[in-house]
């Protein structure tokens, strides 16, 4: 809203309908006589007023109020001029509604043709045995003639011959080329390897060597143990346990994520169950024999004890790797070597556990000194006698 001041015109008009002060005025006297003429001025002081107009943005008048001179303005506010609504927007002719599109109609698939009828199974064609504990059985085997030379790839492959029914090959280590010469022998065959690295000082190494001789192919192995009975033979467990975790990261850079482990005694286990517990699971060689207290029959019950035992306190599964009787040497108390004997504690293994055992060996080790403390008996261990190799 807008103030201005009218023109000078329109104050006039409205200054002459106001009342009016008095002007000069003349007195007449009679006219016969001589006539004198007085002229008599009044002055008054008049406090003329102003009319302010306010208007709106267009110029149109709203209101007026008057200001008189020598007195403050009101001090109200002006009346705000008077609200116009807002223009509505003409109305919108009624959008057409969307036609509904045409839906595609779902095509006939061609069925495809039936499957051929299954041929006959191929030779060995059974499912691979799982990686880790759960196998039904195996046997260890061991590379080397009896002057403790190694065994050629023939030699190795006639062994081979007659090893037949297990699930599981275990090896000690990667020397002689034990690892491609076994895998060659039984290519073609279900079997897995539970291989070893034997030398805690040369994980690296035989890490690489075990690489290069399962050329990839990590399904054929069951599992990789780091040292066989270390702390039994006086090495520290500490030193076991680094060897464990050196192994597991140096066959993973090789592509290798199965279960690592390390092998020892069920008593060393039982004394130091951090071994077991840095591993995939517990694997103990375990033998009735020297105990002196067992005889042959009782074997089975024997192992058995330690498995839960050692299970029960590390909360991982065991895995028997070494266990049997020897079929000739010296007697140790109510253990007697024969190979009458060697068929009772076999019955009886396998009889008190029906998985996850490995036994020791496939052929009498006859590179393998005999002692007292093995009393005489530490080459005949073998389940099928000499290597036909031999």
């Known amino acids: 809203m807008k103030t201005i001041l009218l023109p000078a015109i329109f104050l006039a008009l409205l200054h002459l309908a106001a009342p009016q002060p008095h002007r000069p005025r ?61 223009p509505q927007p003409p109305p919108q002719p009624p959008q057409p509604q969307p036609q509904p599109q045409p839906q595609p109609q779902p095509q006939p698939q061609p069925q495809p043709a039936p499957a051929p009828a299954p041929g006959p199974d191929k030779p060995n064609s059974a499912a691979p045995v799982l990686s880790g504990p759960g196998f039904k059985s195996g046997v260890s085997y061991s590379p080397y003639n009896a002057d403790n030379s190694c065994k050629s790839t023939q030699q190795v492959a006639t062994d081979f011959t007659k090893i037949s029914g297990y699930d599981v090959i275990r090896l000690y280590g990667t020397d002689c080329n034990q690892v491609s010469n076994v895998m060659a022998a039984a290519k073609g065959s279900n079997v897995k390897f539970f291989l070893g690295i034997f030398d805690l000082a040369q994980v690296q190494k035989e890490a690489e060597t075990i690489s290069n001789a399962v050329k990839g192919d990590w399904s054929r192995v069951n599992a990789v143990s780091v040292g066989n009975e270390m702390v039994n033979k006086g090495t520290n467990p500490g030193t076991v346990i680094g060897a464990i975790g050196q192994a597991r990261n140096a066959l993973k850079d090789h592509g290798y994520n199965g279960p690592v482990t390390s092998v ?122 000499n290597a036909p190799s031999a």
């Not at 007023?49 to 303005?73: F, K, L």
């Not at 060689?285 to 306190?313: Q, R, T």
């Not at 070494?322 to 253990?335: F, L, M, S």
Request: aromatic residues 8%.
């Open 26 to 86: 003349h007195s007449h006297l009679k006219r016969n006589g001589p006539v004198k003429v007085h002229t008599q001025v009044e002055y008054v002081t008049v406090s003329a007023e102003d009319v302010v107009v306010y208007v709106d943005a267009q110029g149109n008048p709203v209101t007026t109020t008057t200001i008189y001179r020598n007195q403050p303005p009101p001090t109200s506010t002006p009346p705000p001029p008077p609200s116009n609504p807002p």
């Open 264 to 385: 020892d005694t069920m008593v060393a286990m039982t004394n130091h169950p951090e071994i077991c517990k840095a591993s995939d699971f517990c694997a103990i060689n375990c033998h009735a024999f020297f105990d002196g207290k067992v005889p042959a029959e009782k074997s089975g019950e024997f192992i058995k004890g330690w498995v839960d035992k050692i299970g029960k306190a590390t909360g991982k599964t065991v895995v028997v790797t070494e266990t049997g009787w020897p079929t000739r040497g010296d007697t140790n108390g109510a253990a007697v070597p024969s190979p009458e004997n060697h068929k009772a504690a076999m019955k009886s293994i396998q009889g008190a556990l029906s998985n996850n055992v490995i036994f020791y060996s496939a052929y009498n080790d006859m590179w393998k000194k005999n002692g007292q403390g093995t009393f005489n008996a530490e080459q005949y261990w073998g389940i099928m006698g």
